[in-house]
Nanobody, 124 residues
């Protein structure tokens, strides 16, 4: 499974931005996918996740109500719509996919496949 993020950039506070993740390869193995982020000097943190064959979604408290994760399984795409952005959202954003074994939606170590990341910078 290969993942490629796109859509990052420089925005102002309160702006919106939508990230995309293209999923390719053995996509039939994908059980769930997620977005994580890593701010400068901080550890990678969970943002949101979605099951590939179900509609269940999960969000970190910091983004709940502002971010929406979605997917288009037919196009093998995943999205992260981000609204009301603040400087606290500045980070590199990564999409990840889980394709087997133990899984917990917010645990980065349970995702086997990762993209290279896309940078989001929110100016104040």
């Amino acid at each position: 499974v290969q993942l490629v993020e796109s859509g990052g950039g420089l925005v102002e506070a309160d702006d919106s931005l939508t990230l995309s993740c293209t999923v390719s390869g053995d996509t039939y193995d994908v059980y769930a996918a997620a977005w994580f982020r890593q701010a400068p000097g901080k550890e990678r943190e969970f943002v949101a996740s979605i099951y590939w064959d179900k509609t269940d979604t999960f969000y970190a408290e910091a983004v709940k109500g502002r971010f929406t994760i979605s997917k288009n399984k037919a196009k093998n795409m995943m999205y992260l719509e981000m609204n009301a952005l603040t400087s606290e959202d500045t980070a590199d954003y990564y999409c990840a996919a889980h394709s087997g074994g133990f899984y917990y939606y917010s645990a980065a170590r349970t995702y086997q496949h990762w993209g290279q990341g896309t940078q989001v910078t929110v100016s104040t």
